[in-house]
């Protein structure tokens, strides 16, 4: 045990004096915080508008009447309350968050300041089109981008997320299917699968056929082939998959894919493993989507907002969603219906032309790094997950040999008769100061628990995170399941009752049972 | 590079941990035929200075809609943003975290999630609210689809005066969801939309302030659709209007699909934005995106987790109510900061200042010869006629300086019954000033 995981261990002792109880409920930096609706102060307002001169109403009749319900309350108060919400997460800022096939690396600040930029902020999607050339340029720079990483000839980008993504992808596919007279019924998709796959091409009318994995972690290809036919869509298939591993054989799955009539699509959330080394294009692919928050940076937010392009070959292109942008004679033109070269686009999949400022981020995120440095990025993500799987490969269990790319999936053999389980296991690493790995995926072995450290964490902090994993395996080991099972103790609250969250749903703030609770 | 922690020594131990000889070793599994050599043809790694310079210079060619007198609208709106909102937005503890999965260490975020909810539905007069879908094309789209697995039917019916990129979503989805849209001709004036509504009719979906700013009464229309056992969907693109006109949970709504833009985000050039839905209680099982509720920690201390996530893809696979996974939190953020900001009364007044706006504009560009006003009542928003080709008129206004708002043409180029047509919006930022340079390059160019 090194100096500092034994500190964090005397925290845990009996020598230590029992605290008094609370007078406010606070504990230092735990602040508890009410809602904005209990903080209502009729009358005070946050922000001084001026009075409207003197007008006629031209609302037909239709003024809102009675209180709408929401709360009064003074900026100093308001710039309090969500600076103390902010203080009960846990970020990327705060500490690594190994999220498994979640992709939680640095976000660069450059990117926020040059999103802000009123020339990109400020420009509405409906101006004249010729009083926004450089947005136009900026979308058409980033394209020339994805292009060349992915070494696909044509990039949609109006995608808001990746799932949005995939279903511009199994549309597009559906769409060239039907071009030629085709239809099909199945997709089939991988167990090991994120669960986006599976709902997008039940959404796009597929019946989804599930393919296993062999024992090497990999899609079972004599399994998928047998399931290969005529009424084949496609194939949807990650790579890097879900167990951080590559899909060696995808060139040989591609060619059984086309030679069935079907198409490729790949799952493109683990780019960021092989950017700048491998051209997905060059494994036979037709079409990936691109999580722009993952591989290239831009913030998560808790959630959102994303942005999803997808890479389509030649054969998918015509069916790329609204807008275009082309270069025209005149320079970049916006085609914003299905005309000209857009005869064939599949139509509209969200309203006006993307993420606009998710692309000036990603920009920025691709500029600095160049293209000498997005290949220095997979090279390092794919280190930093392979250290942490040699480091650990005797303390916890691997499921799969061999090496892993940018993420390093464990099952929880280690934890067999210890009463721990990876969820609990997840729950003590919170305690030690640490988001938990994905938990619980990929489906395809027990207990899983990946992870993904990226390329932004050190060799120090990695060293760090390796004795805490050690020490908790050898804890459980031990035997002391009762601290897992209580943990974790040292955050804002305690395990929270799922179950009865879902059973009575309360989704919403409502005045009554509020006041009482407040009363009791 | 500044982005890597790891430094050549840092890795070559690492590889030795590893018992690696190279880093090439770990991409062993890449088929020979797909390892690049070396560095793609793009331009090699750049310093902050560099980065912003290029980056900036693109942003310089465009024209700044605060820089110019500026009427543009049609589902995004200019208004201020209280500068506290960008601040708190910013803070690393939201901006750098994940979709709070964990909640132990996620309250910040679930907390702000369940208040939007809140907010949503108080707004919007509904029961219930999720925590945000991608924007609100995507979530007309989404509650149509909900409206049919409610229902078990297949059809929408869609008003004419339905936003046109509200309209294409859905015919995107229908294709290839599978269900059928009866979409509407533009016309800004009224429709009988309730004698479309036959059996196999899953909702009617209408937009107030519709798409022309004509502000609507839609009341009759849901106790049609309900007779026949029809849902009706009311589409809301400026949510602002909410703090004037009657909600449309009060006009007997069964789904609100909104664009929240209007509080809290930029124009963004269209995105990201910030797409709300609302619905009665008895629904919330046929939801699509995600939930938050409340509940009780082990020690008995409220708190807030996801739930009901047995709807959602990662538990459902594909028997998923939705696909999506992702949503607008940052935005739904930004969205929760400004309505807390303004409160009751200050969203109230800033409605009242649009609306005041939009009528003195109304008042002096109807008095330009040649102008006709379309509406006959509206919000901050309305559809005019001109004498001339609006495409025309609002492309050489822009060459003067002056971003004079939509022509119909825009989204509708082979209606010539619409060419005449531009939508002009009004809001708390417009001024005097623009108001007089729209209304004489209006009369200059129209005389």
């Known amino acids: ?520 | 590079m500044r982005y890597l922690p790891l430094t050549s020594s840092d890795r070559a131990e690492m590889l030795a941990a590893i018992g690696a000889p190279s880093i090439d070793a770990l991409f062993a599994d890449v088929p020979e035929p797909a390892r690049l050599q070396g560095p793609l043809d793009l331009p090699r790694a750049m310093g902050e200075i560099e980065v912003e310079r290029a980056i900036s210079s693109m942003a310089a060619r465009n024209v700044a809609a605060g820089s110019v007198p500026f009427f543009i609208g049609a589902g995004v709106y200019r208004h201020h943003i209280p500068a506290a909102v960008d601040h708190l937005i910013q803070r690393g503890e939201f901006l750098t975290s994940y979709t709070p999965y964990q909640p132990e260490i996620a309250q910040g975020t679930l907390q702000y999630l369940f208040e939007f909810q809140t907010q949503v539905a108080l707004l919007t007069g509904m029961e219930v609210a999720n925590a945000s879908l991608y924007d609100g094309a995507t979530a007309c789209v989404e509650a149509v689809m909900m409206a049919g697995r409610i229902t078990g039917r297949r059809k929408a019916v869609l008003s004419g005066q339905l936003h046109p990129h509200y309209r294409e979503v859905c015919e995107t989805y229908a294709r290839f969801v599978g269900f059928a849209v009866d979409a509407q001709h533009p016309i800004p004036g009224g429709e009988d939309l309730a004698a479309l509504v036959d059996r196999d009719t899953s909702c009617v979906v209408v937009q107030n302030p519709d798409f022309f700013g004509e502000v609507r009464d839609y009341s009759e229309l849901a106790q049609r659709c309900h007779e026949a056992g029809t849902l009706l969907v009311i589409v809301v693109t400026e949510i602002l209007s909410l703090g004037a006109i009657r909600a449309p949970g009060e006009m007997g709504a069964d789904i609100v699909a909104a664009e929240g833009q209007s509080l809290g985000n930029a124009l963004n050039f269209g995105g990201p934005h910030v797409g709300l839905f609302a619905t009665r209680d008895k629904f919330v099982r046929q939801m699509p995106g995600r939930l938050v509720g409340q509940t009780t920690d082990a020690a008995g201390r409220r708190g807030w987790v996801l739930t009901l996530s047995t709807r959602e893809q990662h538990i459902r696979r594909e028997k998923a109510t939705s696909n999506i996974c992702t949503n607008s939190g940052l935005c739904s953020l930004a969205f929760t900061i400004h309505l807390a900001l303004l409160g009751e009364t200050g969203l109230k007044r800033l409605a009242c200042l649009n609306h005041a706006a939009a009528v003195k504009l109304a008042e002096r560009i109807e008095a330009v010869p040649g102008v006709r006003l379309v509406n006959r009542a509206f919000f901050n928003e309305f559809a005019v006629r001109l004498p001339r080709p609006a495409s025309e008129v609002v492309d050489r206004l822009a060459e003067r300086g002056i971003l004079a708002g939509v022509p119909a043409s825009r989204f509708y180029p082979s209606r010539n019954e619409l060419a005449d047509l531009l939508l002009v919006a009004a809001t708390e930022l417009t001024t005097d000033a623009d108001i007089d340079r729209l209304e004489g390059g209006l009369r200059e160019m129209l005389s």
């Open chain 1, 1 to 520: 045990m090194n100096d500092w995981s034994r500190a964090v261990s005397a925290r845990r002792g009996d020598d230590l004096a029992p605290p008094i109880d609370s007078v406010t409920g606070n504990r230092g930096l735990q602040i508890e915080e009410a809602l904005i609706f209990e903080q209502d102060s009729p009358g005070h307002c946050g922000v001084d508008l001026p009075e409207p001169a003197p007008f006629r109403s031209r609302l037909g009749g239709l003024e809102r009447q009675g209180p709408i319900g929401l709360p009064g309350i003074s900026e100093p108060q308001i710039v309090r309350h969500f600076t103390r919400l902010s203080q009960k997460n846990y970020a990327i800022d705060t500490g690594l968050y190994p999220l498994g096939s979640c992709t939680m690396k640095h976000n660069p600040r450059l990117n926020e300041k040059l999103a802000r930029l009123p020339g990109f902020a400020d420009i509405h999607p409906l101006q004249p089109v010729k009083t926004v050339p450089g947005a136009l340029a900026l979308i058409d720079t980033l394209a020339h981008w994805l292009k060349t990483l992915t070494g696909l000839p044509a990039i949609a980008l109006s995608p808001a997320a990746g799932a949005h993504g995939e279903l511009c992808g199994i549309m597009a596919i559906r769409a060239a299917l039907e071009a030629r007279g085709d239809r099909r019924a199945r997709v089939l998709v991988p167990e090991s699968a994120h669960g986006t796959n599976p709902a997008t091409a039940a959404a796009c009318g597929y019946a989804v056929d599930p393919i296993p994995a062999d024992e090497t972690g990999r899609v079972d290809r004599a399994a998928l082939e047998a399931k290969l036919g005529t009424d084949v869509a496609a194939l949807m298939l990650t790579n890097p998959n879900t167990c951080g591993l590559f899909e060696r054989e995808m060139i040989d799955i591609a060619a059984a894919v086309h030679a069935a009539g079907a198409f490729f699509y790949c799952d493109g959330a683990n780019f960021n493993a092989i950017v700048g080394r491998v051209r997905p294009a060059d494994l036979g692919i037709d079409c990936m989507h691109l999580n722009l928050h993952k591989t290239f940076s831009t913030p998560h937010g808790g959630g959102g907002p994303g942005s999803g392009p997808v890479a389509l070959a030649a054969s998918l292109a015509p069916y790329a969603p609204l807008p275009w942008i082309v270069h025209g004679s005149d320079g970049l033109e916006l085609i914003e219906h299905k005309s000209g070269p857009a005869e064939h686009s599949l139509g509209r999949l969200k309203g006006f032309h993307g993420q606009m400022g998710m692309f000036v981020r990603a920009l920025a995120y691709m500029m600095s790094h160049g293209s000498d440095g997005l290949r220095q990025v997979a090279e390092d993500a794919v280190l930093n997950a392979n250290y942490l799987r040699a480091r650990l490969a005797d303390d916890l269990s691997l499921p799969f040999p061999g090496v892993c790319m940018h993420e390093v999936l464990f099952d929880d053999r280690f934890l067999k008769d210890t009463g721990v389980t990876t969820l609990d296991f997840a729950k003590a690493l919170i305690d030690e100061g640490y988001h938990p790995m994905t938990m619980y995926f990929p489906l395809i072995v027990h207990g899983a628990m990946l992870i993904e450290p990226t390329e932004t964490e050190s060799k120090a902090l990695l060293d760090w995170f390796i004795s805490v994993m050690k020490r908790l395996a050898a804890v459980a080991r031990a035997g002391d399941a009762a601290r897992f099972r209580s943990a974790p103790e040292f955050t804002p609250r305690h395990r929270l009752d799922e179950t009865a969250a879902a059973r009575k749903p309360v989704l919403r703030w409502r005045p009554e049972p509020a006041r009482r609770e407040a009363a009791d």
